[in-house]
T-cell receptor
Framework: EAQVTQNPRYLITVTGKKLTVTCSQN?????MSWYRQDPGLGLRQIYY???????DKGDVPEGYKVSRKEKRNFPLILESPSPNQTSLYFC?????????????FGPGTRLTVL | AQKITQTQPGMFVQEKEAVTLDCTYD???????LFWYKQPSSGEMIFLIY??????QNATEGRYSLNFQKARKSANLVISASQLGDSAMYFC???????????????FGDGTTLTVKP
């Protein structure tokens, strides 16, 4: 089944404890992206990758890191999480970054930072 | 910079009636795509419909249609014959061409929560 998977689905952690949210897609998509969703603010783009080893900042990159060492995986790293990073996170992928390509979303990761 | 505006935080519609969800956008590029996604209370993001900036016809997908007015920079979603299962949050989104200034960037509106009344 074609899908985007994220792990973990739920995570409660404490301020400053490094964490990684994994994202993997099995559709051989070139493009992958991370978003955060907060009430009343829609989805905001954190980072995106147009291909392997190519990553770029979205609108809210502060406090996050990403890497794209292989096509299928695009992990999101929070080196020192803070309470303002409590949010619902989505990973998404699409065949390319083209304007016609719809994005396929993972199920989301709900992160709480205490 | 890209911007998507959804001015209706919440909407109500009676079952079996049609409803229009508003979306206006701002971009300086000529080549872009507009998308609508549905997010039910379970949280997943579901793609509904796509409209390209060069498409002359309004997009339709089953009960969903997109009222695209390029000069006004609006891309309103029309849901006909509303069903209880249509109750969800709806997001309008935009992507620009892969060779354009904002290639790779994707912008979403704040969303509209639709409630269908029986």
């Amino acid at each position: 089944e074609a899908q985007v998977t994220q792990n973990p689905r739920y995570l409660i952690t404490v301020t400053g404890k490094k964490l990684t949210v994994t994202c993997s897609q099995n559709m051989n998509h070139e493009y992958m992206s991370w978003y955060r969703q907060d009430p009343g603010l829609g989805l905001r783009q954190i980072y995106y990758s147009m291909n392997v080893e190519v990553t770029d900042k979205g609108d809210v990159p502060e406090g996050y890191k990403v890497s794209r060492k292989e096509k299928r995986n695009f992990p999101l790293i929070l080196e020192s999480p803070s309470p303002n990073q409590t949010s619902l996170y989505f990973c998404a992928s699409s065949p390319t970054s083209g304007r016609m390509d719809t994005q396929y979303f993972g199920p989301g990761t709900r992160l709480t930072v205490l | 910079a890209q911007k998507i505006t959804q001015t209706q935080p919440g909407m109500f519609v009676q079952e079996k009636e049609a409803v229009t969800l508003d979306c206006t956008y701002d971009t300086s590029d000529q080549s872009y795509g507009l998308f609508w996604y549905k997010q039910p209370s379970s949280g997943e993001m579901i793609f509904l419909i796509y409209q390209g900036s060069y498409d002359e016809q309004n997009a339709t997908e089953g009960r969903y249609s997109l009222n695209f007015q390029k000069a006004r920079k609006s891309a309103n979603l029309v849901i006909s014959a509303s069903q209880l299962g249509d109750s969800a949050m709806y997001f309008c989104a935009m992507r620009e061409g892969q060779f354009d200034t904002n290639a790779g960037k994707s912008t979403f509106g704040d969303g509209t929560t639709l409630t269908v009344k029986p």
